[in-house]
């Protein structure tokens, strides 16, 4: 039965809420990164990776720059021993990059822990071990002092093997299930296991605090962070970790508020990979620095190949909304955001704009590897002009005037609505083409001679009902003599309204493109004429607005 009543509130606050973080208004460094992809992410999916798949995401993600890697749960499975194995014999591990591995609080899973870190050069191992009043009644049946005392000989036993095993060990805690814990409880846990490593600011611990299973609004997971951060012992000899995770959709902002509480490391996966609705997408926490100005110190710029690399790894997929990531997450399909993004992206062009402000795209696609042509702006029916002038534009070289851009743009939004169906850049080019540059029922220009010297007359020779006919006409320049001369052959009379050239390239042998806009009784007719003469593409794109006018008045 669906029934709300089955649930209730239950998170802890912790005994003082001071609320400081709220007064900061902007978060002004990046954090340490620690992905948790190759641990929380890989024990998440339905076939975890092999080895050879770890391998390629570890190397994608120094590619990347994470500078702390939890890289497996060495008790757990053949595959992840053997990885960090390999990460250590083949020396694998930069220098500047520490790998983590984390273990229960259990005596063999710690011991198998330390036995596959030997000769590590340097790595963090993390304990954990569930606090929660649910898990302590539930799964464990023990007493608060009996789970504190799991902790305390776990973190007893951590100091023993790391002095009997080579390497240089850092150790981190996490409290899991905290979010169903009662804050001091949780506190007093870290603080006691802390008693026991007795960290320095020259060689500090970890507390990481998790949203194992997010239960509350992000303010009370800052609050209650603000509270640790305030009461931690030898504060100095710590760094403060968050672990969001995402079930109520709330991991980026649990980061986000976390940090301004006082954290100081994030825990995360790339895309919000992990258990249930995922981790934190530390792609969009360190996005989100990087579109306010903050450097990341994580590098995005070759988006399009980590989603790939990603998908083929974790046989995963990425929602097409993805912050960043997402396929359509730089695509405007409606017109009026279209219309503001081309005017944008014109403004910035021209006013050399050094920051970033175009409408409707918090970055630059291009910073991400994204490419404005096929990313950006896309036609369907609920396009309008704008984009799709954008898209002749850039693709083709096309500036239509403005009243034809219009006309074109309801015809294109037609074809899409009727063929219910998105429109490519070629289908659109097309479709103008077969509009305004193609488009003869009635006659088309075979040939044409204009004798300026004789006061401007025009020769026309015209494929009409497959008969080639000879037409002439007198102008007060070439244009209006041939204009003349095919007003008089089919007995219409019109203004000629609007007329605009260009050159569609850089060098003197380029095309150029005419639009010419004839009116009679209020009504506009377009064409288009693209050629080498601009005599010749203005004939053309006069004839084809003919050619639409006739079709309207004839019969
Ligand atoms: C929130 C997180 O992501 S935590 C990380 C979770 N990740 C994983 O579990 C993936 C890897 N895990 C594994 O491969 C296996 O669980 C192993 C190898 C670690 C252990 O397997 P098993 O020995 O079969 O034990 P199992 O996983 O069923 O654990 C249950 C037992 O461990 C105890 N336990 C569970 N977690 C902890 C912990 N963190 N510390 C101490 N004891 C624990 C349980 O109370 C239970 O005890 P019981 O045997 O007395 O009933
Ligand atoms: C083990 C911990 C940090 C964890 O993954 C969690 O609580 O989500
Ligand atoms: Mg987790």
Redesign the pocket.
């Known amino acids: 039965m669906f029934s709300h009543e089955k649930y209730e509130k239950k998170f802890y606050l912790p005994p003082v809420i001071s609320y400081d973080w709220v007064k900061k208004e902007s978060i002004e460094k990046a954090p340490v990164w620690c992905s948790v992809d190759l641990r ?1 992410g890989n ?1 998440a999916l339905p076939i975890p990776m092999t080895l050879q798949e770890k391998l390629e995401m570890y190397q994608m993600l120094l590619e990347i720059g994470f500078k702390e890697i939890e890289v497996a ?1 060495p ?3 053949e595959t992840d021993y053997q990885f960090l194995r390999t990460l250590i014999e083949n020396k694998m591990i930069p220098e500047d990059v520490t790998i983590q591995v ?1 273990t ?3 005596e063999h ?1 710690i011991r198998r822990t330390f036995e596959a870190l030997d000769g590590v050069p340097k790595a963090i191992v993390h304990l ?3 606090t929660s009043e649910a898990q302590r009644r539930q ?2 049946h023990k007493s608060k002092e009996d789970i504190k005392k ?1 902790a305390v000989d776990g973190a007893r036993l951590f100091k023993k093997l790391a002095e009997e095993t080579m390497g240089d060990f850092y150790f981190q805690y996490s409290p ?1 299930s905290f979010p169903g814990t009662e804050v001091d409880y949780a506190l007093d846990i870290c603080n006691s296991v802390l008693e026991i490593w007795k960290p320095t600011p020259n060689h500090k611990a970890n507390i990481n605090i998790p949203t ?1 299973v997010e239960n509350a609004m992000p303010h009370i997971y800052a609050s209650q962070l603000e509270y640790i951060n305030n009461n931690l012992l030898d504060r100095d000899s710590v760094v403060l970790s968050i672990h969001p995770h995402n079930d109520r959709g709330c991991g980026v902002c649990d980061a986000e508020y976390g940090i301004l509480a006082g954290a100081q490391r994030v825990e995360g996966t790339l895309f919000g990979n992990g ?1 249930r609705t995922g981790n934190v997408d530390l792609i969009t926490v360190a996005m989100n620095l990087y579109s306010q100005g903050v450097d990341p110190e994580l590098n995005f710029s070759n988006m399009n190949q980590i989603c790939d690399t990603y998908k083929r790894l974790t046989k995963m997929s990425i929602s097409e909304r993805q912050p960043y990531s997402g396929s359509l997450v730089f695509t405007a399909f409606s017109g009026s955001h279209q219309d503001a993004i081309s005017k944008g992206m014109k403004y910035r062009e021209q006013e050399k704009m050094q920051k970033w402000d175009v409408p409707y795209i918090p970055v630059d696609p291009s910073d991400l590897g994204r490419n404005y042509e096929t990313d950006v702006i896309r036609i369907n029916s609920q396009s309008g002009k704008g984009g799709i002038g954008y898209i002749l534009e850039n693709a083709y070289g096309i500036h239509m005037p403005y009243r034809m851009n219009e006309e074109f743009g309801y015809f294109v939004k037609k074809v899409s609505d009727r063929d219910s169906k998105e429109l490519s850049t070629e289908e659109i080019y097309q479709l103008f083409r077969q509009q305004y540059v193609e488009f003869f029922p009635a006659f088309q220009i075979q040939s044409m001679k204009v004798n300026v010297e004789e006061a401007n007359e025009a020769f026309l020779t015209i494929l009409q009902d497959d008969n080639i006919i000879g037409v002439k006409g007198h102008g007060a320049g070439s244009l209006d003599a041939i204009s003349n001369a095919l007003k008089k052959h089919f007995s219409v009379d019109y203004d000629l309204k609007v007329y605009e050239e260009h050159s569609m390239g850089a060098d003197s042998s380029a095309l150029a493109s005419a639009y010419i806009g004839i009116q009679k009784n209020g009504k506009q007719y377009w064409g288009v004429g693209i050629n080498r003469d601009i005599i010749k593409a203005s004939a053309f794109a006069l004839a084809i607005a003919v050619n639409r006018l006739l079709g309207e008045f004839s019969g």
Do not use: G, H, M, P
Request: net charge negative; aromatic share 16%.
């Open positions: 929380d024990q749960f008790a757990a499975s984390i229960q609080a259990r899973i954990y071990n569930s799964v464990f799991l899991e194992t258990e």
